[in-house]
């Protein structure tokens, strides 16, 4: 290529601005780098913008210095827009504040927001901000010069209509298909144009070699040459038309998929989650990358958890709550506007009167009939839901104040209600919490001597008080206003705190970066939690098993009581303000400094109703019943040490029982495993000496004579789909087949039983065996961290899949044997590629405890069993996951009006959207 960049950079500004600019241009000069500036580089006389449009296209990064002229400027606007056309690497840094000047719908403002900024301002320290702007222009320097001088190349092409004779070709060309192939993941990313440009490249050099064979051909007799050559060619280029756009659209789908993965690490987790739908329904006619797609759709919604986002005035984004049905949003924002909207329709649902003043808190009322709104200068008012009218006169929490600084002190930032809606909890910037009663009479204060208070709730029985203070304590209050109980142990000023749904418990977070669970009666601390970030407000679940935190990074985070992180909720920009759990449990929402309410998806697995108070399923233990799940997961099978079988449905309902002389034919030997074939009459045991006995459930007997099967317990054992067939897995570290016919007609155990010769090749003891639907292969689970696979001749094939030791106690394979499934010991669900040996992606299943059992049941779905009773099943058909992300995007505005939302985004993205909500449309309506 011989074009090269002109300049490093290219600074938009507002003239407003000339004296920084003109210090930074000194300082870039200063370092070596060359900066297109109007005030030097447009010649008098010359056409002005397409100097402009020329100094961004040869520029390598385009530097936008922000302030309130900068983005009130058409031109900036217009600099920005050519910028983003071409996929310019955009470095805003900031020159004077302009918060208030930022305009939500305005979709340069919207892409500004989306990347990191460096700040400039008169307050901030120029000598120290100039190295981290060197640094960030000169990060990957060498990728972004040769986007610059390929979108010079490629611009140069189109403005000359496309003239061959400016394509790349030979040397060049490769070197550039390999930039752009290296490049997928890199900003910037290559333009459609560029795109255009290297594929028209690749066409003419594929042409003139074509062109050069024909050439060659005339040499035979040129007519019967013509026609021969006539028809291959039309043939030919048939074929290759439909090869090359058979490749074209894999290679996209590749390139889409890859695209979803890069943005599940960025705030953009529902784009992702778009994208992965679209490119799901696209790859049905292209098996090859079914696996690579269907994996980024699994992560998608592993991550995107978003339902819907709500626009909110930034200064009171903490007015926020769900309805106790989880139906209805309350919005209050700085301009006195109380919203009540519809969380599925995104529908506002009555006009409610508004303040005069800013709104600082508003919430429910605990049977969900009443609001309650509040205002930073006192003024309450209380709604009915149903019909949106006020129910009582204005109230006014505390005196009116007229004096600026008094009102700034004494402002109301949270207030709620008591659970029977008779008393208001106030909170103030003054650190005071007071008590009303519905009247707006006050009943008592509550006066902390040694530092303010910053945040309260009531008791689910609304007879306490616990408040969050200043002096790192949390203290629990009656409602006289006198003290009762002081929690102490944060190191920093408390921020929020929350009560269990059954009052037992209490959960804080404070400035030192902890979240910290409670119990009321002792005031012991159960468990503390480190954040990276300080948390800024706290929930529980109404079951009392979650925790959730935001924090000032942004981040929102699910916990188990004990500590362990559940899930990571992305998508704010700014610092979490508050955060709440919807009454069911399955949603929560939250606001943020970025000006958004945003609700998430958290619910649970489906859990399936097995029998209650099953015993633990987990083998191997002494004194314990073994369970197991059939081939298809369609029975639950229970095997007690006294030899009683019991067998359900997933449903619950019993269906079998049976007693069986174990004694007789493993004498006091323990039983250490069992399986339970596809029609549930049949099962087989194994026992600590390494001996095996078939057993007919209706017959309540054995078949046939015990077989010596290993040297070592039995851990292992499963059915063929066909019943013929069972494999065996021990600690001595073999998998051996059996014939389970010869074995059930009496023929004599031995070499004829025994199907193939051991299979040896894991390192560790045999924790799991299973079945391809047609029998004739085989996947191992060893404690050695591997899976192996094998024919039905004991042949080892495949690839061996290398985990970590806990990864895999259980395993299945899928009906057509294309991928295998793996339950853990941390209670994580794995697909894996049986074909590659690939991880795919980690279900959405996760159990509290180890899962010994796993299988894929007839409509594809994954069937769990968890070794503390609990049993899950979960979507893993293309369609089921499809249907599973329709339903949480269905009432999202970036899949029902994507521009409004996002509106940099480029034409592919909005083309995927249109098509996911067709999709999606079809598939919710039956």
Same mark, same amino acid.
């Given at each position: 290529?011989?074009?090269?960049?002109?300049?490093?950079?290219?600074?938009?500004?507002?003239?407003?601005?000339?004296?920084?600019?003109?210090?930074?241009?000194?300082?870039?000069?200063?370092?070596?780098?060359?900066?297109?500036?109007?005030?030097?580089?447009?010649?008098?006389?010359?056409?002005?913008?397409?100097?402009?449009?020329?100094?961004?296209?040869?520029?390598?990064?385009?530097?936008?210095?922000?302030?309130?002229?900068?983005?009130?400027?058409?031109?900036?606007?217009?600099?920005?827009?050519?910028?983003?056309?071409?996929?310019?690497?955009?470095?805003?840094?900031?020159?004077?504040?302009?918060?208030?000047?930022?305009?939500?719908?305005?979709?340069?403002?919207?892409?500004?927001?989306?990347?990191?900024?460096?700040?400039?301002?008169?307050?901030?320290?120029?000598?120290?901000?100039?190295?981290?702007?060197?640094?960030?222009?000169?990060?990957?320097?060498?990728?972004?010069?040769?986007?610059?001088?390929?979108?010079?190349?490629?611009?140069?092409?189109?403005?000359?209509?496309?003239?061959?004779?400016?394509?790349?070709?030979?040397?060049?060309?490769?070197?550039?298909?390999?930039?752009?192939?290296?490049?997928?993941?890199?900003?910037?990313?290559?333009?459609?144009?560029?795109?255009?440009?290297?594929?028209?490249?690749?066409?003419?050099?594929?042409?003139?070699?074509?062109?050069?064979?024909?050439?060659?051909?005339?040499?035979?007799?040129?007519?019967?040459?013509?026609?021969?050559?006539?028809?291959?060619?039309?043939?030919?280029?048939?074929?290759?038309?439909?090869?090359?756009?058979?490749?074209?659209?894999?290679?996209?789908?590749?390139?889409?998929?890859?695209?979803?993965?890069?943005?599940?690490?960025?705030?953009?987790?529902?784009?992702?989650?778009?994208?992965?739908?679209?490119?799901?329904?696209?790859?049905?006619?292209?098996?090859?990358?079914?696996?690579?797609?269907?994996?980024?759709?699994?992560?998608?919604?592993?991550?995107?958890?978003?339902?819907?986002?709500?626009?909110?005035?930034?200064?009171?984004?903490?007015?926020? =709550? !769900?309805? +106790? &049905? /989880? %139906?209805? $949003? #309350?919005?209050?924002?700085?301009?006195?506007? *109380?919203? @009540?909207?519809?969380?599925?329709?995104?529908?506002?649902?009555?006009?409610?009167?508004?303040?005069?003043?800013?709104?600082?808190?508003?919430?429910?009322?605990?049977?969900?009939?009443?609001?309650?709104?509040?205002?930073?200068?006192?003024?309450?008012?209380?709604?009915?839901?149903?019909?949106?009218?006020?129910?009582?006169?204005?109230?006014?929490?505390?005196?009116?104040?007229?004096?600026?600084?008094?009102?700034?002190?004494?402002?109301?930032?949270?207030?709620?209600?008591?659970?029977?809606?008779?008393?208001?909890?106030?909170?103030?910037?003054?650190?005071?919490?007071?008590?009303?009663?519905?009247?707006?009479?006050?009943?008592?204060?509550?006066?902390?001597?040694?530092?303010?208070?910053?945040?309260? =709730? !009531?008791? +689910? &029985? /609304? %007879?306490? $008080? #616990?408040?969050?203070?200043?002096?790192?304590? *949390?203290? @629990?209050?009656?409602?006289?206003?006198?003290?009762?109980k002081q929690f102490d142990g944060h190191t920093g000023e408390v921020r929020s705190v929350a009560f269990s749904r059954d009052g037992k418990s209490v959960i804080t977070a404070a400035s030192d970066n902890t979240v910290r669970i409670w119990e009321v009666d002792s005031t012991n601390l159960r468990s503390t939690i480190q954040l990276k970030a300080e948390p800024l407000s706290v929930a529980f679940s109404p079951d009392g098993k979650r925790i959730l935190a935001g924090a000032a990074d942004g981040k929102?985070?699910?916990?188990?009581?004990?500590?362990?992180?559940?899930?990571?909720?992305?998508?704010?920009?700014?610092?979490?303000?508050?955060?709440?759990?919807?009454?069911?449990?399955?949603?929560?929402?939250?606001?943020?400094?970025?000006?958004?309410?945003?609700?998430?998806?958290?619910?649970?697995?489906?859990?399936?109703?097995?029998?209650?108070?099953?015993?633990?399923?987990?083998?191997?233990?002494?004194?314990?019943?073994?369970?197991?799940?059939?081939?298809?997961?369609?029975?639950?099978?229970?095997?007690?040490?006294?030899?009683?079988?019991?067998?359900?449905?997933?449903?619950?309902?019993?269906?079998?029982?049976?007693?069986?002389?174990?004694?007789?034919?493993?004498?006091?030997?323990?039983?250490?495993?069992?399986?339970?074939?596809?029609?549930?009459?049949?099962?087989?045991?194994?026992?600590?000496?390494?001996?095996?006995?078939?057993?007919?459930?209706?017959?309540?007997?054995?078949?046939?004579?015990?077989?010596?099967?290993?040297?070592?317990?039995?851990?292992?054992?499963?059915?063929?789909?066909?019943?013929?067939?069972?494999?065996?897995?021990?600690?001595?570290?073999?998998?051996?087949?059996?014939?389970?016919?010869?074995?059930?007609?009496?023929?004599?155990?031995?070499?004829?039983?025994?199907?193939?010769?051991?299979?040896?090749?894991?390192?560790?003891?045999?924790?799991?065996?299973?079945?391809?639907?047609?029998?004739?292969?085989?996947?191992?689970?060893?404690?050695?961290?591997?899976?192996?696979?094998?024919?039905?001749?004991?042949?080892?094939?495949?690839?061996?899949?290398?985990?970590?030791?806990?990864?895999?106690?259980?395993?299945?394979?899928?009906?057509?044997?294309?991928?295998?499934?793996?339950?853990?010991?941390?209670?994580?669900?794995?697909?894996?590629?049986?074909?590659?040996?690939?991880?795919?992606?980690?279900?959405?299943?996760?159990?509290?405890?180890?899962?010994?059992?796993?299988?894929?049941?007839?409509?594809?779905?994954?069937?769990?069993?968890?070794?503390?009773?609990?049993?899950?099943?979960?979507?893993?058909?293309?369609?089921?996951?499809?249907?599973?992300?329709?339903?949480?995007?269905?009432?999202?505005?970036?899949?029902?009006?994507?521009?409004?939302?996002?509106?940099?985004?480029?034409?592919?993205?909005?083309?995927?959207?249109?098509?996911?909500?067709?999709?999606?449309?079809?598939?919710?309506?039956?």
């Amino acid at each position: 290529m011989e074009a090269t960049s002109q300049y490093d950079i290219f600074i938009s500004y507002s003239r407003r601005d000339k004296a920084f600019v003109q210090r930074l241009h000194d300082a870039l000069k200063h370092s070596g780098q060359i900066a297109w500036i109007d005030w030097f580089d447009i010649p008098a006389g010359s056409e002005w913008w397409d100097e402009i449009t020329e100094g961004i296209e040869g520029a390598n990064v385009f530097l936008f210095v922000i302030s309130p002229d900068s983005l009130a400027s058409k031109y900036c606007a217009d600099e920005i827009m050519h910028a983003r056309k071409y996929n310019k690497r955009l470095l805003p840094i900031v020159y004077r504040d302009c918060d208030e000047d930022f305009d939500e719908n305005h979709w340069a403002h919207q892409l500004l927001r989306s990347h990191h900024w460096l700040y400039f301002r008169e307050s901030d320290d120029f000598e120290q901000a100039f190295p981290k702007l060197l640094k960030s222009i000169k990060t990957d320097l060498e990728h972004t010069k040769t986007h610059t001088r390929l979108l010079r190349l490629a611009i140069e092409w189109e403005r000359r209509d496309r003239d061959e004779s400016l394509l790349l070709w030979g040397k060049n060309l490769e070197e550039i298909e390999q930039w752009l192939q290296a490049g997928i993941r890199k900003e910037p990313r290559a333009s459609e144009l560029q795109w255009e440009y290297v594929g028209a490249s690749r066409k003419s050099e594929i042409d003139e070699q074509q062109a050069e064979q024909h050439r060659q051909q005339k040499v035979i007799v040129w007519l019967l040459a013509l026609m021969v050559v006539a028809v291959v060619a039309a043939i030919f280029a048939w074929h290759q038309r439909g090869t090359a756009n058979k490749q074209r659209e894999i290679a996209e789908l590749r390139e889409q998929a890859a695209n979803v993965l890069n943005l599940l690490s960025t705030p953009d987790t529902t784009k992702a989650l778009i994208l992965a739908i679209d490119a799901t329904k696209r790859s049905e006619q292209h098996k090859e990358v079914t696996s690579t797609v269907e994996s980024s759709l699994l992560r998608a919604l592993q991550q995107a958890k978003e339902i819907t986002i709500f626009a909110n005035s930034e200064d009171t984004s903490s007015a926020i =709550a !769900f309805s +106790p &049905d /989880g %139906k209805l $949003v #309350l919005l209050g924002d700085e301009d006195g506007k *109380v919203k @009540l909207q519809d969380l599925q329709s995104g529908q506002h649902k009555h006009p409610l009167e508004a303040f005069q003043d800013a709104v600082s808190s508003v919430t429910f009322s605990d049977d969900g009939k009443s609001i309650l709104a509040v205002t930073q200068n006192g003024t309450a008012k209380v709604w009915n839901v149903k019909s949106g009218k006020q129910k009582r006169p204005q109230l006014q929490l505390g005196p009116v104040q007229k004096d600026i600084t008094q009102v700034s002190q004494d402002k109301i930032d949270r207030a709620i209600f008591s659970p029977d809606a008779q008393k208001i909890l106030t909170v103030s910037a003054n650190g005071q919490a007071k008590l009303w009663n519905s009247s707006g009479r006050s009943l008592a204060n509550l006066e902390n001597q040694n530092g303010a208070i910053r945040h309260a =709730a !009531f008791s +689910p &029985d /609304g %007879k306490f $008080v #616990l408040t969050a203070c200043s002096d790192n304590t *949390v203290k @629990l209050w009656d409602l006289t206003g006198e003290r009762l109980k002081q929690f102490d142990g944060h190191t920093g000023e408390v921020r929020s705190v929350a009560f269990s749904r059954d009052g037992k418990s209490v959960i804080t977070a404070a400035s030192d970066n902890t979240v910290r669970i409670w119990e009321v009666d002792s005031t012991n601390l159960r468990s503390t939690i480190q954040l990276k970030a300080e948390p800024l407000s706290v929930a529980f679940s109404p079951d009392g098993k979650r925790i959730l935190a935001g924090a000032a990074d942004g981040k929102i985070q699910l916990w188990t009581l004990q500590g362990e992180p559940i899930e990571l909720l992305k998508g704010h920009l700014g610092a979490i303000q508050s955060v709440a759990f919807s009454r069911d449990g399955q949603q929560v929402i939250s606001s943020s400094d970025d000006g958004t309410v945003r609700v998430w998806d958290v619910q649970g697995q489906d859990q399936l109703k097995i029998p209650p108070a099953l015993p633990n399923p987990d083998s191997g233990v002494a004194g314990v019943s073994l369970m197991a799940l059939s081939c298809q997961g369609k029975w639950i099978a229970r095997l007690s040490e006294t030899g009683e079988v019991q067998l359900w449905d997933r449903q619950g309902k019993p269906l079998k029982r049976a007693n069986l002389d174990l004694r007789s034919k493993h004498a006091d030997r323990q039983i250490t495993n069992f399986a339970i074939n596809c029609n549930g009459k049949r099962i087989v045991t194994g026992d600590e000496k390494g001996n095996l006995q078939l057993w007919n459930l209706s017959k309540q007997k054995s078949v046939g004579i015990p077989l010596a099967a290993h040297a070592l317990p039995v851990t292992a054992l499963a059915f063929s789909r066909d019943g013929k067939q069972v494999a065996s897995g021990s600690r001595d570290h073999t998998i051996r087949l059996w014939n389970a016919w010869s074995w059930e007609s009496g023929e004599p155990i031995g070499q004829v039983s025994r199907i193939a010769a051991p299979m040896q090749g894991h390192k560790g003891e045999i924790l799991s065996v299973g079945f391809s639907a047609n029998g004739t292969q085989i996947v191992s689970a060893a404690s050695d961290g591997t899976l192996r696979f094998w024919n039905n001749q004991g042949q080892r094939q495949g690839k061996l899949i290398k985990g970590y030791v806990n990864w895999f106690r259980s395993v299945a394979f899928k009906p057509d044997a294309s991928r295998v499934i793996t339950g853990g010991n941390n209670g994580l669900i794995r697909l894996w590629s049986s074909k590659t040996g690939e991880f795919m992606a980690t279900a959405l299943t996760r159990h509290a405890a180890k899962v010994p059992a796993v299988a894929f049941d007839q409509d594809q779905q994954i069937v769990s069993l968890g070794s503390d009773g609990s049993m899950f099943q979960d979507q893993a058909s293309p369609d089921d996951l499809v249907r599973k992300g329709c339903y949480r995007l269905r009432a999202h505005p970036l899949l029902l009006a994507p521009r409004s939302i996002s509106p940099e985004s480029d034409d592919a993205f909005m083309a995927a959207a249109g098509r996911v909500k067709d999709t999606c449309d079809r598939l919710l309506r039956k």
